[in-house]
């Protein structure tokens, strides 16, 4: 079956959170079978092994589901985003998401493939591959001489490079702050004392209901790991990341595909309503702030509830 490489919202959440498990007869799929995204006759998005193939009308993509990291989100994950006054502002005025290119971030290992002084063991693993595929011949084909293989197979792993490298040029990411309350840290590192800033609350579902649909959107779950011990998933590398890292908790939008490495960054149309769950004025800001941050909400015809931050809530003894 020839796949459309077609993604409605409901299939990319069906994706992100099915991964090793058939979505239809809840069986769970057997490592190295691809597993198959796409629709019913009814247009309903599926999520199935081979166990359910027949269900799929058209398909989408096959999914080498081992290949990835578990990406899964829940639907309901409380998701934030701390950012000043200023931004919260762009965000109102322009009904953009502005997804930022990979190489841009500050963390050097964004879209890596693991740590540089184990580059020559990743190099190593995938040129014995590309040896064995190299000097395997097609049925009737003629065996190919060592010298040839070897050259071949430097090629092929010369071009993953490539490929790695490029990845990261033409990756954009939106990164948001998996939590079931407020974090005091990003509150502070956003919003510092004597500024005005807000945090706006989402859950991963309505993140992807609110992107703009034909953009071929994927949001997942960041992985932190071991790069002594792991190197990235070759496919989905720009969802690992330093174990240092885990506090960011990190659930993110990201973008790829056809898209230009001179952009410095994406910005994707969202539906401001279907995104914003609440609003919360900085527990830092000067009393009045909230009340301007509702007048500005409705002034922009948004109809969002605006919360108190946790932190201002009063003990009592
Ligand atoms: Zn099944």
Redesign the pocket.
């Known amino acids: 079956m020839e796949s459309t490489g077609r993604f409605n919202a409901d299939l990319r959440a069906l994706r992100s959170r099915s991964y090793d498990r058939?979505q239809?007869?809840e069986?769970q799929l057997p490592r190295d079978v691809a597993a198959y995204a796409g629709y019913a006759l009814d247009g309903s998005a599926r999520y199935?092994?081979a166990?359910?193939l027949p269900e799929i009308y058209e398909l989408a993509t096959h999914v080498y589901w081992w290949w990835e990291a578990d990406k899964r989100v829940e639907p309901e994950t409380a998701l934030w985003r701390y950012m000043d006054l200023a931004k919260f502002l762009l965000l109102l005025e322009e009904k953009t998401l502005f997804f930022s290119r990979a190489d841009k971030f500050d963390d050097p290992f964004e879209g890596a493939s693991g740590l540089a002084t184990r580059e020559k063991e990743w190099d190593d693993f995938y040129l014995a591959h590309f040896r064995d595929v190299v000097r395997t011949p097609p049925p009737g084909g003629t065996p190919v001489p060592d010298e040839a293989v070897e050259h071949n197979a430097q090629r092929l792993l010369a071009s993953i490079r490539q490929i790695a490298a490029r990845d990261r040029r033409t990756t954009f990411v939106s990164c948001w702050h998996a939590n079931s309350g407020e974090s005091e840290a990003l509150w502070r590192l956003y919003c510092p004392p004597g500024s005005s800033g807000v945090a706006i609350k989402t859950t991963a579902n309505r993140l992807l209901h609110a992107l703009d649909p034909p953009a071929q959107i994927e949001i997942g779950r960041v992985q932190y790991v071991d790069f002594r011990r792991s190197f990235a998933g070759f496919h989905d590398r720009i969802f690992w990341k330093r174990k240092s890292l885990a506090h960011e908790s990190e659930v993110r939008a990201v973008c790829r595909g056809n898209l230009s490495d001179d952009w410095a960054g994406l910005p994707v149309s969202v539906d401001l309503s279907a995104l914003l769950e609440q609003v919360v004025p900085s527990p830092f800001a000067p009393a009045w702030f909230p009340n301007l941050l509702a007048s500005l909400v409705g002034r922009f015809g948004l109809k969002v509830p605006i919360e108190d931050s946790e932190l201002l809530a009063q003990p009592f003894f």
Request: proline letters at 0%; charged letters at 10%.
């Open positions: 058939c239809s007869c069986e199935v092994g166990c359910c």
